[in-house]
């Protein structure tokens, strides 16, 4: 059965007078029943096929509100790391501080840029109709759209956004591709435009939808990352969760996952406090110990959480304590929801001109790594300090990003040190057979003598 709800920003469900009679449908795919077959020797036992399971296929986690839309039409660009006979999409209104008036909504194949592939738009709808309101701080999702899509295509969704309201979007990064579009306030419904060419401008944000689910038969849970900018990619035009699903996506289709990258630029997992505010003017999103249940641990088919958050709340003037304390209500939080999460040590980092790195936020990063290293609380480490660190090539900084991989702000990785991130994770700490590596940007040799595992 396939039931649409509304989730609260915090991650429970809730209705609203919107939908609050939920839309029951019946299964597209229905397997059949264990059949067997008797011959005089033996009896033969059929093995069934594998039940359709609704898996969280994408994620842009809305991150601020920025920008007013008003009888505008917004087109979001959401490549699935799954196949299968169906989506839902989430339609968030979090930053909003008006209803958010949905008048319409489309979803079809993108043919590129903001255009899209004829014939193959579906109409989409919340709870059997074409609109729907959702209130400020919530979000939504949609029917089931009887729409058969393949692994990492790209989908084009647009909505037309009838109110006048805040703009709950994902900002991410100075070199990030375009991933959607928008047209000007008072240009009305275009949601069936086969193109928003020459009346919509693109952008490095997405809007409003922030998640995608597919109807799947693989059988294999989604990873859901919650992250920092390192995660969402900034000052680097790869993302390591996108090389990880390369790699994973060498697989056989019965083994592979999808990887769902649900970093902010500027997040912290903790929220803020007089001593540890944190950077308003970035963005930032939710604190993770608020935004990790809606984004991460109620999201359909998650197996598994990677938690790489921590190295913004030390520079806001978290201690190490209160950081430790902070992944212990996480690690809470997931095994109350029966998900496996897997911590990340902190990266190296040191002084630019922008992000002071005082002596005590050097010593409180190597105790948080210490302890995540040690500690046995999470369920799983990947260990990428000294992968990261400047200790190849003749060099022997563990404290410092190694500077090929560094984007030049010494804290976020470029291409070459977001490949070597992915390729260093190991699969089994993940739950994922053997993988094979993408080939590396940049070549590096170990340091001999140089003992990485200090790092940092």
Not at 289 to 304: F, I, K, S, W, Y
Not at 420 to 438: G, K, N, R, S
Request: aromatic share 6%.
């Amino acid at each position: 059965m396939i039931v649409a709800a509304t989730v609260l920003s915090g991650g429970s469900t809730s209705s609203n007078k919107q939908s609050q009679t939920a839309t029951v449908q019946p299964d597209p795919t229905s397997s059949p029943s264990t059949a067997s077959s008797t011959t005089t020797a033996t009896t033969a036992t059929t093995v069934p096929a594998p039940q359709p399971v609704w898996r969280v296929a994408w994620g842009s986690p809305m991150a601020w509100g920025y920008g007013v839309a008003s009888n505008a039409t917004v087109r979001d660009l959401a490549t699935v790391a799954l196949g299968g006979q169906a989506i839902k999409l989430r339609v968030s209104n979090l930053w909003g501080t008006q209803p958010l008036v949905i008048g319409a909504a489309t979803v079809a194949q993108s043919a590129g840029g903001s255009a899209t592939v004829p014939g193959s738009s579906h109409t989409v709808t919340f709870n059997g109709a074409t609109s729907v309101t959702i209130p400020p701080g919530q979000a939504v999702y949609t029917d089931p759209v009887q729409m058969a899509v393949t692994e990492n295509e790209t989908l084009a969704i647009s909505i037309w956004v009838q109110s006048t309201t805040v703009v709950s979007l994902h900002w991410c990064c100075t070199t990030s591709p375009v991933r959607g579009y928008f047209t000007a306030n008072g240009r009305g419904n275009m949601t069936a435009a086969a193109n928003l060419l020459g009346i919509g401008y693109q952008s490095t944000q997405t809007r409003f939808v922030d998640a995608v689910d597919v109807l799947e038969t693989t059988g294999q849970p989604s990873i859901v990352v919650v992250g920092d900018s390192i995660t969402d990619g900034y000052n680097s035009t790869l993302r390591w969760t996108h090389v990880l699903q390369e790699r994973i996506d060498s697989l056989p289709a019965s083994e592979q996952r999808a990887v769902i990258n649900e970093g902010i630029s500027a997040n912290a997992l903790l929220p803020p406090s007089s001593t540890a505010p944190t950077d308003d003017t970035k963005s930032g999103g939710l604190p993770g110990l608020t935004r990790l249940a809606a984004n991460a641990l109620d999201q359909p088919g998650v197996g598994e959480v990677v938690l790489f958050l921590g190295t913004n709340d030390l520079w806001f003037g978290s201690s190490a304590s209160q950081l430790i304390a902070g992944y212990q209500q996480a690690i809470t939080q997931a095994h109350e929801a029966g998900i496996r999460i897997v911590g990340v040590t902190l990266l190296p980092r040191s002084t630019d001109k922008d992000e002071y790195w005082t002596p005590t936020d050097q010593e409180n990063l190597v105790t948080v790594d210490n302890w995540i290293r040690t500690s046995g609380a999470f369920d799983g480490v990947l260990n990428m300090a000294p992968v990261m660190a400047d200790v190849y090539n003749g060099q022997c900084n563990p404290t410092a990003l190694f500077p090929p991989y560094d984007s030049g702000d010494h804290l976020h990785p470029n291409p070459a040190g977001q490949t070597a991130f992915a390729d260093a994770i190991e699969p089994a700490i993940l739950q994922l057979p053997p993988l094979p590596q993408v080939p590396p940007l940049v070549s590096v040799t170990p340091t001999p003598g140089c003992d990485a595992s200090s790092a940092p």
